[in-house]
């Protein structure tokens, strides 16, 4: 994605090969040639790092104009793309810190070449120079400039790729590739270092040449992060091709005595426009081409009627006082396209007016458990949430932040203590009561004794010593309950004699790991009396676990 978004040009890729050719040439001589030439990719590459960095200069400018014009909808990308100018400015003006350091060190009080934090490799008096890089980049202890520069390049890699959304893994992909800085291969280089392979026994010219190329990686990915960046502005707009009338109602079932109530709008609209609903008989008849002509029946006001709209949505609202299996209500949706253009949109509903009755299921299953909370919703149809009441016989209920409920029982359901939740519900400011539901109430199942993971058979002695104990945890349960092992005992034969030491906790002993060490291949050993306690703080005996040692 990277390469698609901002490809290598023909003439980067030309100086990035001479530069490699004459990095082998030096293993061979230090001809004045090849120093002319480094000068020559130098300013190639200066200029090509200055282009770059006009053109990251103009998307910043339009990102900066595409804000003041939406705000709320640039504010986040050109924030990111923010980043990402910060930090590759302070990647360049470190290397460019390099770079002048190097220089002045090797020309002295005589140099000529920096002006400012400007760098000018065709006034380097020693370019030539061999040992001022060894000095300054690689250090008598391998502690010179080099080493940090790879740190630091390393942490602008990991902010730059940072702002790539996770889904585009090719473009990060291709970023990381473009920022990495590999040692040479083994086979080649007799494990020599990045560091080494730069910047020891090189001419001072190809320090800087390399040190310009990496600022003008630096640019590069730059560039292609905030063109990527400047991308996701439109990338994040809805685009619209269908559009269709929906109703949305707050419930399809309305006691008697109480409102239904209904939302009509468009699945795809612009809330810079708002569109006419109209309530009522539709005439339709269908036009030679096969579509249909479609008009409201009678006369505004008498036979049909407009809703209000707010922010594109129609507020439908009627009043419900008689029993009614199956209420049939419509319209249409006059919607003016971008050409000026009017469309419309047929659109229906129906709903029922009936008699109260309420709704409680448990989210989960169908019992409660002991010592865990037990969630379960309860809903009255045409009853907002605030307005419901429930009440448990056993136990407590209580609301969750998700909207639901919690039922932590009491005691086990038996024949003469059974456990009901009783709903109510305020309607009119009087509290009625809706309906009630029985659920059991059981102990939490069993949980399942392991060791590394495993309830048993073979395993490797090293992966057993590496444990600290026996775990216990439940299996297929949709409920996070805790256990703990609060005691066990290790058993094998040792020397044709059973050996078997216990712990009071979860923990193996020290005299249980001697006795784990003294395992061969071949070997059971025996992990049991295990017991576990849970949120019911009720004793539990586990089977034993029984592993042959590979």
């Given at each position: ?534 949120p019911d703080k009720l004793t539990r005996d586990l089977p034993p676990i029984v592993f042959k040692i590979k």
């Amino acid at each position: 994605m990277g390469a698609k978004n901002c490809p290598e040009t023909p003439r980067q890729r030309m100086i990035a090969m001479m530069y490699l050719v004459l990095t082998a040439l030096l293993a061979l001589n230090v001809s004045r040639e090849i120093v002319e030439a480094f000068i020559i990719i130098e300013d190639g590459l200066s200029k090509t790092v200055e282009n770059i960095g006009k053109k990251n200069n103009t998307i910043y400018a339009n990102f900066r104009q595409a804000e003041s014009e939406n705000p709320k909808k640039v504010k986040e990308w050109r924030e990111y793309a923010d980043v990402a100018k910060r930090s590759s400015d302070q990647m360049f003006d470190y290397i460019q810190d390099i770079k002048i350091e190097l220089i002045e060190k090797a020309d002295g009080d005589d140099q000529i070449a920096v002006k400012g934090r400007l760098v000018y490799p065709d006034s380097i008096l020693k370019n030539d120079n061999i040992t001022i890089g060894s000095e300054i980049m690689i250090g008598a202890t391998a502690n010179g400039r080099a080493y940090q520069l790879r740190e630091e390049f390393d942490k602008f890699k990991e902010t730059i790729s940072g702002l790539i959304l996770e889904k585009d893994v090719e473009f990060k992909n291709s970023i990381d590739k473009n920022l990495s800085l590999l040692d040479p291969p083994n086979k080649v280089t007799q494990n020599i270092t990045w560091e080494n392979a730069h910047f020891q026994e090189r001419p001072l010219i190809a320090i800087i040449t390399l040190l310009s190329k990496m600022q003008g990686d630096v640019r590069n990915a730059e560039s292609d992060v905030i063109s990527y960046l400047y991308k996701q502005i439109d990338a994040s707009s809805f685009k619209f091709n269908k559009l269709d009338a929906v109703v949305k109602a707050k419930s399809n079932y309305v006691f008697k005595g109480g409102v239904y109530e209904a939302e009509v709008f468009l699945a795809a609209f612009d809330t810079t426009q708002k569109p006419t609903i109209y309530i009522g008989p539709i005439d339709s008849t269908i036009n030679d081409d096969g579509t249909w002509n479609l008009k409201m029946k009678g006369e505004l006001g008498i036979n049909y009627d407009t809703l209000s709209i707010h922010n594109s949505i129609g507020k439908y609202s009627v009043p419900c006082n008689t029993l009614n299996p199956s209420v049939k209500w419509g319209g249409l949706i006059y919607y003016k396209t971008p050409e000026g253009r009017i469309n419309k949109y047929r659109f229906s509903n129906e709903y029922q007016v009936a008699e109260s009755q309420v709704v409680v299921s448990p989210s989960k299953m169908n019992v409660f458990y002991l010592g865990v909370k037990n969630p379960i919703d309860i809903s009255v149809p045409g009853v907002p949430i605030e307005n419901i009441t429930p009440r448990i016989n056993n136990g407590t209920i209580s609301k969750d932040k998700d909207g639901g409920y919690i039922v932590k029982p009491k005691t086990i359901t038996t024949k003469s203590k059974k456990t009901f939740v009783t709903v109510f519900a305020t309607i009119d400011g009087k509290e009625r009561e809706m309906g009630k539901a029985e659920f059991r109430v059981k102990k939490l199942p069993n949980p399942v004794a392991k060791v590394a993971m495993s309830k048993g058979g073979r395993i490797a002695k090293n992966l057993l010593l590496a444990q600290n104990g026996v775990l216990a945890e439940l299996e297929n349960s949709d409920f996070d309950a805790t256990f703990k092992v609060v005691e066990f005992s290790v058993s094998t034969v040792v020397q044709g004699y059973e050996q078997k030491k216990s712990s009071r906790s979860n923990k193996f002993t020290n005299q249980q790991k001697e006795l784990l060490n003294k395992l061969n291949r071949g070997q059971r050993v025996f992990f049991e009396g295990i017991k576990a306690k849970g949120p019911d703080k009720l004793t539990r005996d586990l089977p034993p676990i029984v592993f042959k040692i590979k």
